[in-house]
């Protein structure tokens, strides 16, 4: 800063000095109030901006805590997944297999059914037909008897006629 004094008689005017100095020292004062107060306000931002990084540094260092449980946690559930899409293929191959052994099974068992049925049918008919021959010939059997008896009946009549006679026969000749 070039200001220009005025010239006394041993140099340079002392009260534009002084007054110069005492502008410069207020000046300076000012200025170093201003930046004290700047440095201060500063220092307080600082103070705020590095507690904020602590905190987010804190936060990250959860936030990568968690990211870590995430993927160590995928990874199971990428493994139970595997694990379980395994184990329903084995249950799944496993069931057609037991499909299968029951169809061929209930086949046979069908085809066992089937035989016994005609088996059953079979000798059914010739019970059937046994049973028809059998009442046929007690019938006959009956139907004979009947005619025996007709014939018993009429020799006991005959034979009660005779005896009658006989004795009629008698009574007459004695």
Do not use: P, W
Not at 52 to 76: D, G, P
């Amino acid at each position: 800063m070039s200001k220009g004094f005025r010239k006394s008689l041993f140099g340079f005017n002392t009260s534009d000095v002084l007054s110069y100095i005492s502008a410069s020292d207020r000046a300076a004062k000012a200025k170093t109030d201003k930046l004290n107060n700047e440095i201060a306000t500063l220092k307080e931002q600082n103070e705020k901006l590095a507690e904020a990084n602590k905190n987010l540094v804190k936060t990250n260092a959860e936030y990568e805590s968690k990211k870590e449980q995430i993927r160590v946690m995928s990874e199971n559930v990428a493994r139970m997944y595997l694990s379980a899409k395994t184990t329903s293929q084995i249950l799944i191959e496993k069931a057609q297999e037991n499909r299968k052994m029951l169809e061929n099974e209930n086949k046979e068992q069908l085809e066992a059914l089937e035989k016994t049925n005609e088996s059953m049918l079979s000798v059914k008919e010739h019970m059937t037909a046994t049973t028809e021959d059998y009442c046929e010939t007690l019938n006959e059997l009956c139907a004979s008897l009947e005619k025996i008896k007709d014939e018993i009946e009429k020799n006991d009549k005959d034979t009660d006629e005779a005896i009658n006679n006989f004795d009629k026969l008698i009574s007459d000749k004695i």
